[in-house]
């Protein structure tokens, strides 16, 4: 107390202050920003063999299965509803709804969703995310193309 006047906590006991979470978070991207650096400077052949790896194998999936579809008849309408399950399937159990924040927060994944956004970061687990819709999405395309071919020809 300063000339008898009760002066009240700024931060809530048990609470983390605002400044301190940026500070922390800014030391932080820092760090990131200057590992990301160190590790930048290796050989740019590597990730371009990795890259075409990747295109070979997508292409080759894709291709692999268009031709099963249009060989298995009953493939060309199962293929595109199973790629649809698949990507919506992976971005329920990745997390992805809990990245919405129009809701309050009711289940233990939206309160760690909250927490995660106010300190910075994502609660979901975008991995399973983005490899669900990639192979989700593999499936769909080459069902839908079977099914075009099918009808042109």
Do not use: C
């Amino acid at each position: 107390m300063k000339d008898r006047t009760p002066t009240a906590r700024k931060v809530p006991k048990g609470q983390v202050s605002w400044e301190r979470v940026k500070r922390k978070k800014s030391t932080r991207e820092k760090s990131y920003e200057a590992k990301v650096g160190r590790e930048s400077k290796g050989p740019t052949v590597l990730t371009l063999m990795k890259t075409w790896k990747f295109m070979f194998t997508f292409a080759s999936l894709f291709a692999i299965l268009t031709v099963l579809a249009l060989i298995i008849e009953p493939l060309r309408y199962i293929f595109p509803l199973s790629g649809i399950v698949i990507m919506i399937v992976a971005y329920f159990l990745g997390g992805g709804l809990s990245e919405w924040h129009s809701v309050p927060p009711t289940t233990t994944i939206g309160a760690k969703s909250m927490l995660s956004y106010r300190y910075g970061g994502s609660s979901s687990n975008w991995d399973m995310i983005t490899i669900g819709l990639i192979i989700g999405g593999i499936i769909f395309l080459s069902g839908v193309l079977s099914i075009l071919i099918a009808t042109l020809y």
